[in-house]
């Protein structure tokens, strides 16, 4: 089975009322402890690349490791450019091979948004792949643009039509109260995202594939076995994951997932190292966080997204 696009997989999701993971990569255990979860899963899979992956991993390697994994799995999976912030970045992915890209003009005014996202439909689809698009801000870090709360912001429902019909995007990721990174929420708070406002731009598109930026749980038995062996991450909250849930019942048919990675993958290293100390081959401490990547995608999945067998 080749890369295939998001597709047949968002229609597949709006009606059956599930969601697609799409979870980052960066080196090998982590496509290897995604797919070999999606695989006993049964699950569709969007794995996806952030320009900071690309440049630590180089292209050709990135795509090597992903054909690899469908060698392996034969599972669908789609190969998509998270955050791609150029036409040119756009474009380079999908001349190497990507079948999804994300153009995210979000922080620049509707009219730019719109004529970049266009530029970017139209290479796109003349060449097989589709375009998620942006609209509204999100705070937290991606790559190494920094939104600060004050200055993200709810996707305004009224302008998703237009945005739409205008720019031929084929999924569209909104900001509902989600964030980047692993501090979403204050701690002792309790996270509500918007999901009137998720209802109001589904009924405004009404089939249209919703996507969910910023969805980690952050979930705090890792956070505490980070910090049991050594580690210092302050006072981290997550999406509640039971919203997630709600959310991908609904509209959204994609719900992307970097930060509780990196944790699960961080806590299993240092839990690894405290326990071995004398221990130096990199091979004994990268097993077991491929392993935690497994379980958590293996959650993810089944408790989450409501995937499981859809493949
Ligand atoms: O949204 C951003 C993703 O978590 C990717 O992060 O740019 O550090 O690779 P990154
Ligand atoms: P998290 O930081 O919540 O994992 O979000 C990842 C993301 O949105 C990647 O585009
Ligand atoms: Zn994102």
Do not use: W
């Given at each position: 089975m080749p890369l295939v696009t998001s597709k047949e997989m968002f229609e597949k999701a709006y009606n059956g009322g599930y969601a697609i993971g799409a979870f980052n990569v960066n080196n090998m255990e982590i496509i290897q402890g995604i797919t070999e979860a999606a695989k006993e899963c049964n699950a569709p899979l969007i794995l996806q690349v952030s320009k900071g992956a690309r440049s630590y991993a180089n292209h050709t390697y990135l795509i090597k490791l992903v054909e690899a994994a469908i060698a392996d799995t034969g599972l669908p999976i789609c190969l998509h450019l998270d955050h791609g912030d150029s036409f040119e970045l756009c474009k380079s992915c999908i001349d190497g091979g990507f079948t999804s890209v994300m153009i995210d003009m979000?922080?620049?005014?509707f009219a730019e948004n719109i004529a970049i996202t266009r530029q970017v439909v139209e290479y796109a689809h003349d060449h097989g792949v589709v375009v998620e698009a942006e609209l509204g801000t999100l705070a937290g870090i991606e790559d190494e643009v920094v939104v600060s709360a004050e200055d993200s912001s709810y996707t305004r429902p009224e302008e998703v039509e237009e945005f739409v019909s205008k720019t031929g995007c084929d999924s569209l990721a909104i900001a509902i109260g989600t964030s980047h990174g692993a501090y979403k929420f204050k701690p002792g708070t309790k996270p509500q995202l918007r999901f009137d406002v998720l209802e109001e731009v589904s009924r405004r598109l009404p089939g249209f594939p919703i996507v969910l930026h910023g969805?980690?749980?952050?979930?705090q038995d890792l956070v505490a076995k980070v910090n049991a062996f050594g580690g210092e991450m302050p006072g981290a909250v997550g999406v509640p994951e039971d919203q997630l849930r709600k959310a991908a019942s609904l509209s959204v048919c994609k719900i992307n997932i970097d930060s509780d990675l990196r944790i699960a993958m961080t806590a299993a290293v240092r839990e690894y190292l405290a326990g071995h100390p004398a221990d130096f081959d990199p091979r004994a401490y990268l097993k077991p966080a491929r392993a935690a990547i497994k379980q958590l995608v293996a959650h993810k999945i089944t408790d989450v997204l409501g995937c499981a067998g859809k493949a």
């Amino acid at each position: 089975m080749p890369l295939v696009t998001s597709k047949e997989m968002f229609e597949k999701a709006y009606n059956g009322g599930y969601a697609i993971g799409a979870f980052n990569v960066n080196n090998m255990e982590i496509i290897q402890g995604i797919t070999e979860a999606a695989k006993e899963c049964n699950a569709p899979l969007i794995l996806q690349v952030s320009k900071g992956a690309r440049s630590y991993a180089n292209h050709t390697y990135l795509i090597k490791l992903v054909e690899a994994a469908i060698a392996d799995t034969g599972l669908p999976i789609c190969l998509h450019l998270d955050h791609g912030d150029s036409f040119e970045l756009c474009k380079s992915c999908i001349d190497g091979g990507f079948t999804s890209v994300m153009i995210d003009m979000s922080s620049k005014p509707f009219a730019e948004n719109i004529a970049i996202t266009r530029q970017v439909v139209e290479y796109a689809h003349d060449h097989g792949v589709v375009v998620e698009a942006e609209l509204g801000t999100l705070a937290g870090i991606e790559d190494e643009v920094v939104v600060s709360a004050e200055d993200s912001s709810y996707t305004r429902p009224e302008e998703v039509e237009e945005f739409v019909s205008k720019t031929g995007c084929d999924s569209l990721a909104i900001a509902i109260g989600t964030s980047h990174g692993a501090y979403k929420f204050k701690p002792g708070t309790k996270p509500q995202l918007r999901f009137d406002v998720l209802e109001e731009v589904s009924r405004r598109l009404p089939g249209f594939p919703i996507v969910l930026h910023g969805a980690s749980s952050v979930p705090q038995d890792l956070v505490a076995k980070v910090n049991a062996f050594g580690g210092e991450m302050p006072g981290a909250v997550g999406v509640p994951e039971d919203q997630l849930r709600k959310a991908a019942s609904l509209s959204v048919c994609k719900i992307n997932i970097d930060s509780d990675l990196r944790i699960a993958m961080t806590a299993a290293v240092r839990e690894y190292l405290a326990g071995h100390p004398a221990d130096f081959d990199p091979r004994a401490y990268l097993k077991p966080a491929r392993a935690a990547i497994k379980q958590l995608v293996a959650h993810k999945i089944t408790d989450v997204l409501g995937c499981a067998g859809k493949a």
